[in-house]
């Protein structure tokens, strides 16, 4: 009990960080959390000490979004190859400044907010390939570890994960 105390207090933050990119809120990521280290505990004798335990945690904490993900019939596959169009506007990509302004402020928290919209309405597969990716920054053989496929699968996944999320968010 004490050893899976030790591990709970090392990998809670990352897995609850990893869970938040997965979940729409913050309440359903803390749902996942628990829920992810309660089947660790149930199945730490099928963990393979030949993989670390963390990439362990990543692959039960995506199982139990994508089970919970087709239960609601959350995920919705959308393709994203057209620019981002905000009413009558263009969203154009500037460097930032060094210092933000209030304004600057503001546009990014909608824009994080956008994206955090656009990448809940992405096919689950895809969504979770880009949050490994892109948020989490591992690499693509990493990715293929942690969701147990190939790489040219990720790959594929990522792409089209992009395009997906590119089209959602020019539907907004």
Known sequence: MEAFEELVQLYQDRVF????????????AQDLAQDVFVQ??????????DSDFGTWLHRIAINLW????RKHKKAVVI??????????NELSRELAAVQD?????LERTELADLL?????????????????REMEGYSYEEIASILGC???????????????????LNRR
């Open 79 to 88: 393709s994203l190859d057209e620019p981002l169009v905000l009413g009558d």
């Open 40 to 49: 660790a505990f149930r199945n730490i004798r099928s963990f393979r000490q």
């Open 17 to 28: 960080t990893h869970c938040s990119h997965l979940a729409s809120n913050s309440f359903d």
């Open 116 to 132: 955090k919209r656009a990448l809940d309405r992405i096919h689950p597969d895809y969504k979770t390939a880009l949050v490994l």
């Open 66 to 69: 994508i089970n919970y993900c």
């Open 101 to 105: 302004s209030p304004l600057e402020v």
């Open 150 to 168: 190939s790489l040219g699968t990720v790959k594929s996944r990522i792409n089209r994960g992009r395009k997906a999320l590119l089209k959602e």
